[in-house]
């Protein structure tokens, strides 16, 4: 079998509030339901591999609504998901729309050591260009990635 090599998205659809401009398919008020929304996830992945197993996924994709309102262990089981079911390939890049008043040093480190190597602001998505930040496997210890990260944030603020 020839695998086909596909770009996976999974939409996160919570926000803290609505934002008035934005036209994306998110809700405010139902963060209850996070719990339940990755286990869902994590059948439809489940089920949707099983549909096309031809897939082979080499970039992985966080968006939403506020991905990083998930707690970094349902994003790290996620990616895990996707890594064993649609065989997410070992180089593959994983971006996560963040907002920076979701985040802080410990979760960036934990997502960081979940795989995730690309934050997207969540905010920025109004804006005709929006900056992102590559992490790369050249950072030290975890330390030094979270500061990484942090400082990424902090670059897509301005
Ligand atoms: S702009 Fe971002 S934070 Fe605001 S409602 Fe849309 S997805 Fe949510």
């Not at 005709?128 to 944030?153: H, I, P, T, W, Y």
Request: proline content about 4%; hydrophobic content about 40%.
């Amino acid at each position: 079998m020839t695998a086909l090599k596909t770009a996976l998205y999974l939409h996160i659809p919570f926000c803290l509030q609505r934002c008035t401009y934005c036209d994306f398919n998110t809700y405010d008020g139902l963060l209850d339901h996070r719990s339940a929304y990755v286990t869902a996830l994590r059948r439809e992945i489940h089920h949707r591999a099983a549909l096309y197993p031809e897939i082979e996924a080499t970039t992985l994709y966080f968006g939403g609504g506020t991905p990083s309102l998930l707690l970094p262990e349902w994003i790290a089981t996620l990616i895990a998901d996707v890594r064993r079911h649609f065989r997410l390939v070992p180089e593959a890049e994983v971006t996560l729309e963040a907002n920076p008043g979701t985040v802080d040093v410990a979760s960036l480190s934990a997502l960081r050591a979940a795989g995730v190597n690309r934050l997207r602001e969540s905010k920025a998505k109004s804006r005709v260009v929006v900056q992102s930040l590559r992490m790369g496997g050249a950072f030290g210890g975890k330390e030094v990635q979270a500061n990484a990260f942090a400082d990424a944030l902090k670059g897509l603020k301005k």
